[in-house]
């Protein structure tokens, strides 16, 4: 859940900041989503009494893995609004994986 939490921050935080370097709406609005999955877990943490790894500092990040993908995301979603729209879609695309993996992974049939 704290990983979570951390992932969740990076890919707000890299939409935000493709979005000011671009000013494409959609990054705002998919920062603007992934501030409230940032929300719904932050609750949890905090309803379990976890320490939060997460805080208010943009671009500041806990785990330096994560650290040094958001670095790298950002540089290259920099390059062009094409390298940013990339960027968007490899963010989506594991977050896509990630949820089939854990629904495989709690079902006893695979689905």
Do not use: H
């Amino acid at each position: 859940m704290l990983y979570v939490r951390e992932e969740e921050k990076l890919a707000r935080d890299v939409y935000l900041a493709i979005y000011q370097k671009w000013g494409l709406s959609v990054f705002g609005k998919i920062a603007r989503s992934e501030q409230r999955y940032m929300n719904i877990i932050g609750r949890l943490i905090k309803k379990y009494g976890l320490e939060d790894p997460v805080t208010d500092k943009i671009e500041v990040f806990k785990n330096k893995k994560i650290q040094s993908l958001y670095t790298s995301l950002v540089t290259q979603g920099e390059k062009s609004v094409i390298e940013a729209l990339k960027i968007g879609a490899t963010i989506e695309e594991k977050y896509i994986k990630f949820q089939i993996n854990d629904r495989f992974k709690k079902s006893p049939k695979g689905f």
